[in-house]
């Protein structure tokens, strides 16, 4: 069966470092892979996704994932971290009958000045 | 420029009432789903419908129904609540097939006392 794992529940980091979440998957079958962004109080928001395409997939707001299929990892990296990064990640892979996605409990990032 | 649309945003029951947790999207998306959210436990799948016409349980779908009205509506009813289904329940609508990704209302916040 399909699963998602995050590592880290917490992240900090601070302004202009670089931002590394975790996100490990199993897959049965050649996985569909994206992430999210939820900031307080709000629905979650789509910041990337891996479809079998290009490896590393960049999305909105400077992120970019690199799917690698030997580590079955798609880690969400952005090289300087700014404070309105500050929110919730979650990342999720597509289930295996391709009706719905399961996502990983979550990674909250804070950002210090 | 709605996107998906819940309502209520906020609701505090009693514990054995009953309530129904409306949405629509104006996307001409062919799925919607509901998820519940709760800390420390990422987003679970409640009931998910592919098709206007259709409906399947998730992972959590006990003490839940739900309604595809037509393809812009699908309503998540309570039918006795217990405070277990204290939660922020959220509500995503998708083109169909998990691979394009999801758009999520901006949530419910069920309180039951």
């Known amino acids: 069966a399909q699963s998602v794992t995050q590592l880290g529940s917490h992240v900090s980091v601070s302004e202009g470092a670089l931002v590394l979440l975790r996100c490990n998957y199993s897959?049965?079958?050649?996985?569909?892979l994206f992430w999210y962004v939820q900031y307080p109080n709000q629905g979650l928001q789509l910041l990337l996704k891996y479809t079998s395409a290009a490896t590393l997939v960049k999305g909105i707001n400077g992120f970019e994932a690199e799917f690698k299929k030997s580590e079955t990892s798609f880690h969400l990296t952005k090289p300087s971290a700014h404070m309105s990064d500050a929110a919730e990640y979650f990342c999720a892979v597509r289930d295996q009958a391709g009706t719905a996605l399961i996502f990983g409990k979550g990674t909250t990032l804070s950002v210090s000045s | 420029n709605a996107g998906v649309t819940q309502t209520p945003k906020f609701q505090v029951l009693k514990t054995g009432q009953s309530m129904t947790l409306q949405c629509a999207q104006d996307m001409n998306h062919n799925s919607m789903y509901w998820y519940r959210q709760d800390p420390g436990m990422g987003l679970r799948l409640i009931y998910y419908s592919a098709s206007e016409g259709t409906t399947d349980k998730g992972e959590v779908p006990n003490g839940y129904n739900v309604s595809r009205l037509n393809k812009r509506e699908f309503s998540l009813r309570l039918e006795s609540a217990a405070p277990s289904q204290t939660s922020v329940y959220f509500c995503?609508?998708?083109?169909?097939?998990?691979?394009?990704?999801?758009?999520f209302g901006s949530g419910t916040r069920l309180t039951v006392v």
């Open positions: 897959s049965s079958v050649p996985p569909y």
């Open positions: 995503a609508s998708s083109p169909g097939q998990g691979i394009y990704g999801y758009t």
